[in-house]
């Protein structure tokens, strides 16, 4: 079963760092594109950046560039989201997604569960 | 970045109605669009990509058209588990921008 799973919830204090990650499993890792989406309480759904693991090739939003830095560790199939100085507003839920192809950025067919981040001093 | 705005942000229908929801791009994207679900509480399931196409798995009543900037969602026979809000992707360029959501409610 091709699967990504997510690092469980995290309460943080504004200022420190935070590393949460998303393993896949079931499909060849280095091959596909895995996506970071943010989703605010209350809010829409905001895609902010995807990397391929294969080269590390990586795309952020403009919104998001410089916040957060995207990565992956191949041999454990693993990509991670990490902020080296949280804010309040970066509470929020945080989706990996999939896109269906391999080597394409397309339609997220496999999400994860999603990480609960919540900064509060 | 490609703006996709969609239309309404919420609407109220009944068991067994049509609906119809449009998601807007600021620039054409071809066919390079896709609609999402979600229930509270869960992650985004993917209903249509590339404009029409079905999902594995998803239901036939729902239904997706269009090209270039302007596209639609529809759900025929309205269900009780179809209440949701739904998403608008577009991935001709990153960033993948999203619409707003529309937020289909009991009536």
């Known amino acids: 079963e091709v699967q990504l799973v997510q690092s469980g919830a995290e309460v943080k204090k504004p200022g420190e760092s935070l590393k949460i990650s998303c393993k896949g499993s079931?499909?060849?890792?280095?091959?596909?594109?895995i996506g970071w989406v943010r989703q605010m309480p209350g809010k829409g759904l905001e895609w902010m950046g995807i990397?391929?693991?294969?080269?590390?090739?990586?795309r952020y939003s403009p919104s998001f560039q410089g916040q957060v830095t995207i990565s992956a560790d191949k041999p454990i199939s693993t990509a991670y989201l990490h902020w080296n100085n949280l804010k309040a507003s970066d509470t929020a839920m945080y989706y990996c997604?999939?896109?269906?192809?391999?080597?394409?950025?397309?339609?997220?067919?496999?999400w994860g569960q999603g990480t609960m981040v919540t900064i509060s001093s | 970045d490609i703006q996709m705005t969609q239309s309404p942000s919420s609407l109220s229908a009944s068991v067994g109605d049509r609906v119809t929801i449009t998601c807007r791009a600021s620039?054409?994207?071809?066919?390079?669009l896709n609609w999402y679900q979600q229930k509270p509480g869960k992650a985004p399931q993917l209903l249509i990509y590339?404009?029409?196409r079905l999902q594995t798995g998803v239901p036939s009543r729902f239904s997706g058209s269009g090209s270039g900037t302007d596209f639609t969602l529809t759900i025929t026979n309205l269900q009780p588990e179809d209440f949701a809000t739904y998403y608008c992707?577009?991935?001709?360029?990153?960033?993948?921008?999203f619409g707003q959501g529309t937020k289909v409610e009991i009536k």
């Open positions: 997604a999939r896109p269906m192809r391999a080597g394409t950025i397309d339609a997220f067919d496999i």
């Open positions: 079931g499909y060849s890792f280095t091959s596909h594109w």
């Open positions: 990397i391929y693991p294969g080269d590390s090739d990586t």
């Open positions: 620039q054409s994207i071809t066919t390079s």
């Open positions: 590339a404009a029409s």
């Open positions: 992707q577009q991935n001709y360029n990153t960033p993948g921008t």
